[in-house]
Every structure is written in structure tokens, then in C-alpha cells.
């Protein structure tokens, strides 16, 4: 068992490893437009290239590559739905040197591209905002199709999954919330592409069964997004609340496994939510009206 002294030297080096990451995350905002490199980060919090990794993902879950990229995106999020026309002052301002690099990343990891970004915001905002007073209507989940770039609907409904991987997750909220709760399974413990399995949770509904998950280890993860008439609030995600379930959760053929989520005030470490969730719902329930 470890002695006292062992376990304040390890909350001292957890706590200076926080405060490092913080340190490096500093820097990365205040340099979005120079290229960084970990070995600069390293430097810059006095660590060594190989610790500073270690510490860093300790710290936010996610390589300190994973989490430059995300804040990039989510910087390049706010730049296009300010100053859309600036196409060029954008990418230079996040740090990328062609178009073409920036369309393709911002593609994987938002979703869209970043003209459909921008001219799909008020339409997006108003998709949004009928659902304060009707249900979502999602008794089936959206799922990430691997070999097409399409949101796919499931066909087996949670009472009829017996013999099918399941996972429930219940979401702990403030009864006080008014808004969607969006869930889902990431192969990341970053939301910076489609999930596995996703929904949306509205008019206080705060559970859900995916069912016929595929096989894999997935990281469970829900942020909430209250009512609002400001298109931003529903793509630039620093306000809301968010969690992620403390393990990696494993699935195998047939298992059946509940979880709890709980929400809480984003903290300082917290990568970015950067995937588009309010096109994710509209191409699911698209999708559902076409069949």
C-alpha cells in the first residue's frame, strides 16, 4: 500500500503535470497561426518531448497533436460563421497554408465542408429550435457508416436486440435544462469525427439503448445545448455542459452493458467538441423521412 509520503509525491507530479498541459494549451491558442510542434511545446513547459506527451495525456486524454488540431477547428468554426468571405484570413489565422489542406481536415473532423459549414448555419439554427416544443422523435440511433460518408439508420429496435450488442446509457442532467442532449460512442475520447453510434435526447428524455454496436472499445460521451437564437451556440460548444464516461467501454458480441454519464462545466483541460451534432441529427431524421 502506498505511504502518505508516495501519495503526495504523486498528487504534487499530477498537479505539475496539469499545470504544464495548461501551460502548453496556453501557447497553442496564442499561436494558432505559426506551425507548433511537441518538441516547441516540450520546450516551452520544460519538459522533455517524450514526458511532456506522457503528462499532457494525462491530462486531456489526447495527444497534444489530437488537441491542436481541435482547437483549430473550432477557431476556424468561429472565423467562418464571423467573416465567411475571408476565406484565406481564416486559414492563415488557424495555421494552415493551403485551401486544400484545410478543406480535407476540416471536412474529417467537422463533418462538412467549410462552405456547407457556413451556409448551413441559420437554416441549422431553425432545424434546431422546432424541437423546443416536439419530441426528436429518435427511437433509433445514428451510426457511422465505415465505407460511406453517410449517417445510416438502424433497423432493429431496442425491444427486438436480444441477441445483439446493446449499451444504455443514462445521462445525470440538471433537471433545471432546457435543450438537446446529444450521446454517442467515438473510437477517440475526443468528439472530432462521426460517432459509432449517436442521439439526440430532448423534453426531458435522459436515456438511451444503442443496439447492434459493432464490436470495438469505444469512449461514451454527451454534451448538452440549451435553447438559443444565436447560431454560434450550436456549433461553438465551450458553454455547454459535457462528460464522458470514466472507461473505455468494451463491446463484444452480445454484451449488455448500462452506463451513467454525468454533465458538468467544461473544464480547462477539455479538448474541443468540434463535430457538427445539429448536422448530424438533420441527416438522421432526413434520412428516416426519406424511407
Request: hydrophobic residues 35%.
Amino acid at each position: 500500500m502506498p505511504s502518505q509520503i508516495e501519495n503526495e509525491s504523486n498528487q504534487h507530479l499530477e498537479s505539475e503535470g496539469h499545470k504544464a498541459a495548461l501551460r502548453a494549451i496556453q501557447y497553442m491558442k496564442e499561436h494558432l497561426d505559426e506551425e507548433i510542434t511537441s518538441e516547441q511545446l516540450a520546450a516551452h513547459v520544460g519538459y522533455s518531448p517524450y514526458h511532456f506527451t506522457r503528462v499532457f495525456k494525462r491530462a486531456t486524454g489526447i495527444s497534444p497533436r489530437h488537441y491542436l488540431t481541435a482547437l483549430r477547428m473550432e477557431s476556424g468554426k468561429k472565423l467562418l460563421l464571423k467573416e465567411p468571405s475571408l476565406m484565406m484570413k481564416v486559414i492563415l489565422k488557424i495555421g494552415f497554408r493551403s485551401a486544400g489542406s484545410f478543406h480535407t481536415r476540416f471536412k474529417e473532423h467537422v463533418g462538412v465542408s467549410p462552405k456547407r459549414f457556413h451556409s448551413s448555419a441559420r437554416s441549422l439554427l431553425s432545424y434546431m429550435n422546432q424541437y423546443k416544443d416536439q419530441d426528436v422523435g429518435i427511437n433509433q440511433d445514428f451510426a457511422n457508416d465505415r465505407d460511406r460518408d453517410t449517417i445510416q439508420m438502424k433497423t432493429q429496435s431496442p425491444s427486438c436486440s436480444e441477441l445483439s450488442a446493446n449499451v444504455t446509457c443514462h445521462i445525470d442532467a440538471p433537471a433545471t435544462f432546457r435543450g438537446i442532449i446529444f450521446v454517442g460512442l467515438f473510437p477517440r475520447p475526443i468528439p472530432d469525427q462521426r460517432p459509432i453510434a449517436g442521439t439526440a435526447l430532448n423534453r426531458g428524455r435522459r436515456s438511451h439503448t444503442f443496439t447492434e454496436v459493432p464490436s470495438g472499445s469505444y469512449f461514451a460521451m454527451a454534451v448538452s445545448i440549451p435553447w438559443s437564437i444565436n447560431p454560434k451556440d450550436y456549433f461553438v460548444l465551450d458553454h455547454c455542459l459535457r462528460g464522458m464516461y470514466e472507461e473505455v467501454i468494451h463491446v463484444t458480441d452480445r454484451s449488455d452493458q448500462t452506463i451513467n454519464i454525468a454533465l458538468r462545466e467544461r473544464q480547462d483541460t477539455d479538448p474541443p467538441i468540434i463535430v457538427n451534432l445539429p448536422q448530424l441529427l438533420f441527416e438522421q431524421t432526413s434520412s428516416k423521412r426519406a424511407k
